[in-house]
């Protein structure tokens, strides 16, 4: 259920009432995300950019709501959301107190979220291509269909940038991997590259997977890609009651040019943040880029502008 609560009773965001769906039968744990209005982000992105503290922390509204686990079916987004996100806002804090960013272009009803960072020093070079695609988008605003909103989170994992492209790097403030701790297949014994991993203590025990998982209930995107390296190829969330997730694998396979159609099959994955989504029926994708240092940004980029042709088309 999506419980919407301001705490400021002078602040009023109308449109939250539209999101409120049926009640599913198993709730998981509740969280909280501050969603902070700020003022408007004149800066420059570039490619070393990182998350700007131009954003002003400034109590916002708060806006709990219950996660659900992928297992409770979820009727479809409404087809009317006009969300009236701020061009910049934080939507959550990191274990270690940093804020969570994301990044508005464009105003349509159909939202397309791009996470960078997940795996954050490990793989940072999905944080530069998050911010290169900021570049890009704000000198080149018509690339945007009018449909069509772009929410770009370059830095996920803001703890694990701190450390560099070490296995220390790819972990959060409390050394959880923030890809192992979401709620569809979630395991205690999660693995990387066959070694173990903390998926932290149950799911969403972290603070930036509640906060994301939040927004994304909220704000009901129309598509999902989370940024990794580098495995090379785009991944399917795939959670038992979604499996919406395989065309979009297909659409930005075949744009980009990486391999798609196959099964995440290097070691056993759980309680991933892209099963989750299609669990909640959003189709949503890994991006595994092909190297771990560059940005790979043409190839990239005419993925994320196939989607959107393929969401508008829908
Ligand atoms: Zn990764």
């Not at 701790?181 to 997977?209: I, L, Q």
């Not at 991006?287 to 393929?310: H, K, M």
Request: with cysteine; hydrophobic share 40%.
């Amino acid at each position: 259920m999506l419980t919407l609560v301001s705490c400021q009773s002078d602040v009023i965001v109308p449109t939250l009432a539209q999101l409120s769906t049926p009640v599913p039968t198993q709730i998981t744990p509740t969280m909280t995300a501050t969603f902070t209005p700020t003022s408007t982000v004149t800066e420059a992105a570039t490619a070393t950019l990182t998350p700007s503290p131009t954003i002003t922390d400034t109590p916002g509204v708060i806006i709990q709501i219950s996660l659900t686990p992928s297992d409770t079916p979820i009727p479809p987004p409404p087809t009317q959301t006009a969300t009236p996100l701020p061009e910049a806002f934080t939507f959550g804090h990191s274990a270690q107190g940093r804020d969570l960013l994301a990044y508005r272009f464009g105003t349509g009803q159909h939202i397309i979220l791009l996470a960078g960072g997940i795996h954050a020093g490990f793989e940072a070079n999905t944080v530069d291509l998050m911010n290169e695609l900021r570049s890009h988008f704000a000198l080149n605003p018509q690339a945007i269909e009018r449909d069509v909103t772009l929410l770009i989170v370059p830095a996920f994992n803001p703890d694990g940038l701190t450390f560099g492209r070490v296995i220390r790097g790819r972990f959060n403030g409390n050394q959880v991997d923030l890809n192992r701790n979401w709620g569809c297949d979630w395991s205690e014994n999660a693995e990387f590259n066959n070694g173990a991993v903390d998926p932290g203590a149950e799911p969403f025990s972290e603070p930036e997977t509640t906060a994301l998982g939040s927004l994304i209930q909220r704000v009901q995107p129309a598509a999902v890609m989370f940024y990794h390296a580098a495995a090379n190829g785009i991944f399917a969330g795939d959670c038992e009651t979604g499996g919406v997730s395989d065309e979009l694998a297909q659409i930005y396979g075949e744009a980009s040019r990486y391999p798609y159609g196959e099964a995440f099959s290097a070691y056993r994955v759980t309680g991933t943040a892209v099963s989750w989504i299609d669990g909640l029926g959003i189709p949503a994708v890994d991006v595994e880029l092909a190297s771990s240092s560059e940005t790979e940004f043409n190839r990239n980029l005419q993925a994320i502008l196939a989607v959107q042709q393929w969401i508008v088309g829908r």
